[in-house]
């Protein structure tokens, strides 16, 4: 998904985590590093914890870059 207003666009990639051993499906260090060949900057690793389980389904990548 990717939107923004102002100097910046967002991208935000979401990473779905496994029930089983509660790791990441995809390795997000190389999904930062792909995007920041792009010229996509990390702001923040997000995961919303759900509160009868307590972890996360999933963590969401949010990126930033500025527009052209």
Do not use: C
């Amino acid at each position: 998904l990717i939107g923004g207003t102002g100097m910046y666009q967002y991208k935000f990639v979401k990473v779905e985590i496994s029930k089983w051993d509660n790791n990441p499906k995809e390795d997000y260090h190389e999904i930062i590093r792909k995007n920041a060949e792009d010229g996509w900057e990390l702001v923040q690793l997000f995961a919303p914890s759900l509160a009868a389980a307590g972890f996360s389904k999933y963590i969401e990548i949010i990126l930033k870059k500025k527009k052209d």
